[in-house]
């Protein structure tokens, strides 16, 4: 694995959304790996880590950050516009997964530079389906940058 290969970064804060898309990597059988945040600020703190070569083990840069936009202490379209203001960090690309359908958050999200916008499925084989979606799309077939 590359280092612009380095995974999926997920920021989410619902426990059982978390459980739930792990058991979906896990029955996808995804290659590459997935870290969890809970909220924007774990976000933004991982993402800083990953941005020092000291702590490219244990925080790596991910090659895709999926991103809720409704989390605690700061929510994913402030989280998304931080990102996508920081040189180093805005070629990350970010997909929003989440439970709104609202063409505001669509277009916002959108406008602030996120990738795609995913809303989270009913079904667990629909999340599944997803989750082998964008690994092969972001992972086998496009090209993803190595630093800002």
Not at 90 to 116: F, H, K, W
Request: aromatic share 6%; net charge negative.
């Amino acid at each position: 694995m590359t280092e612009s290969t380095a995974g999926i970064l997920i920021a989410e804060d619902d426990k059982e959304d978390r459980l739930l898309i792990t058991e979906a990597v896990s029955d996808s059988r995804l290659s590459t790996p997935v870290t969890f945040v809970e909220n924007g600020e774990e976000l933004l703190d991982y993402l800083r880590r990953s941005e020092n070569p000291r702590n490219s083990e244990h925080s790596p840069r991910p090659g895709i950050i999926l991103l809720d936009l409704n989390m605690p202490k700061k929510d994913g379209r402030e989280a998304l516009k931080e990102i996508k203001d920081d040189p180093s960090l805005r070629t990350i690309p970010v997909v929003v997964l989440s439970t709104s359908q609202a063409e505001e958050d669509i277009m916002s999200s959108y406008r602030n530079g996120a990738c795609g916008f995913i809303t989270k499925p009913v079904s667990f084989e629909e999340l599944v389906n997803i989750m082998r979606v964008i690994e092969s799309y972001w992972f086998r077939t496009v090209v993803l940058p190595l630093r800002g």
